[in-house]
DNA sequence: CGCTTACTTGAGTCTGGTCAAACGGGGTGG
DNA sequence: CCACCCCGTTTGACCAGACTCAAGTAAGCG
């Protein structure tokens, strides 16, 4: 992992995206002081770890990843995927210990935040405020819809809401490199947010092919219709909106 | 459903218990006159409706309710409880619709608050309004363990693990009423808690019953020993702190 | 070339779902 | 007061979706 500052804030690239706030100079001023750094990881890499006391808030500027919790025994839940413009290590700064790992899909950048400055965050800017309260209610809404899913959707539906899911979001904040719009997980992962083993995800998955709605690819799936996903999921896609993000 | 204000801010009980936080006087000046009114409703009353645009935030003051979503054709799934000192409708607050339903177990009594005075809140009073994202992020962390619980548990450890966690809860915030420990829920909101059918739910009740952890009373559910109830589920209890509330 | 990782597929098993019936308590209308 | 009904719980029989085990293929890499 290495530690450069490179990417300014008064230049960051999600800036542009459409789904993000304007933000005041204010605002950018002082989002560019509160960033200390950059950090870069490869696939594959624990970027945080459950139990960790963490001295640091992190925002995704490239790359995807998950975040993930483990039972004794090694059984894994996928809890949600992070991608670009997302905020990790949020509770890990609130409540000093993370309660889940993060772990990345593929190379990612982050920009690194100092956990001791949230106050003055608190205290001086009640807009980027009401944005980490935004965002902590954005996940929170994230979760309660996949606990819908994991817990009363069957396999096929769970799998074409994951999928819808994952592409829309990809789609809206650019996640896609630009030759090809596949989605950078394996069956595996995919299992393990589902709630289900590799080899029934498998059989799953097969089907959602069979049907033209996806196919796989090498590690990694492409979704070729998504409103065919959301249909067999029974999943209302619902609004865009403008989104804060720091 | 009738709204009559009472209890006042400067004298609420909940304010007394050992896991909130003090709160200055300034700020419990503000509490005061942000809280318009209170809201009470008989068991079995919605008080929030997913889909709607509620212009209002809600702490919970008395009584048992849980938060819920459902399919097209019906299918619920609990999200979670909400128990005294919780915040209900935030999302609603920030986003302007709320994703779940929030319906109640007991009769409950709640403090009201206009939607339109948190901007004020995050001006005003930075210490609440990093309670407020705190809160947010604890739900969060919430709803990691449940999606946890429904994805990799089996039927035994889920349950046992929501009756501990539920248990634990409530004696926190001293959600029981005098006469009894009974946790106020049907078999059938367990079963839509964790992912199950009601038959199966009964049948892995029963277990946990033969096992000398718990009790089935009229409507309600009794534990005799969290411990067992946790080690059952491999859960990992972690510690209290002190926590917030508005 | 051999090793590893990811995907695929089939066979047999088991957890948990569905259907059905019955019980018991509390409330209600006759 | 009693009959009836409804709701929540309980249990049994049977079924199916998902799991485990196992073997095999294909691609990537040292």
Redesign the pocket.
């Known amino acids: 992992m290495t530690r450069i500052a490179r990417t300014d804030c008064k230049a960051c690239p999600l800036r542009k995206l459409s789904v993000f706030r304007k933000f005041s100079s204010n605002e950018i001023e002082f989002v560019s002081t509160f960033k200390t750094g950059e950090l870069s990881c490869d696939r594959g890499s624990t970027v945080l770890q459950e139990g960790a006391h963490s001295a640091h808030l992190y925002t995704v500027l490239k790359g995807w990843g998950f975040r993930h919790k483990l039972l004794e025994d090694g059984r894994r839940q996928i809890l949600n995927y992070v991608l670009p413009g997302d905020l990790v290590g949020l509770q890990g700064s609130l409540t000093h210990e993370m309660h889940h790992s993060v772990e990345a899909l593929t190379p990612m950048v982050f920009c690194v935040f100092e956990r001791d400055r949230i106050d003055e965050l608190f205290r001086n800017h009640p807009g980027l405020a009401y944005d980490l309260t935004w965002i902590a209610a954005r996940e929170e809404g994230i979760l309660d819809e996949h606990l819908l899913s994991v817990g009363r959707r069957?396999?096929?539906e769970r799998a074409a809401y994951l999928l819808a899911f994952l592409q829309i979001r990809a789609r809206s904040v650019n996640a896609f490199n630009p030759s090809s719009d596949v989605i950078p997980?394996?069956?595996?992962h995919i299992?393990d947010t589902l709630?289900?083993?590799?080899?029934?995800?498998?059989?799953?998955?097969?089907k959602l092919?069979k049907r033209g709605l996806i196919l796989?690819r090498?590690?990694?799936c492409e979704v070729l219709d998504v409103e065919g996903l959301s249909a067999v999921a029974g999943w209302d896609v619902g609004h865009g909106g403008d989104r804060p993000f720091v």
Do not use: F, M
């Open positions: 069957s396999a096929l997980v394996t069956q595996h299992a709630g289900l083993s590799t080899v029934h995800t498998n059989k799953t998955l097969r092919v796989w090498d590690r990694g």
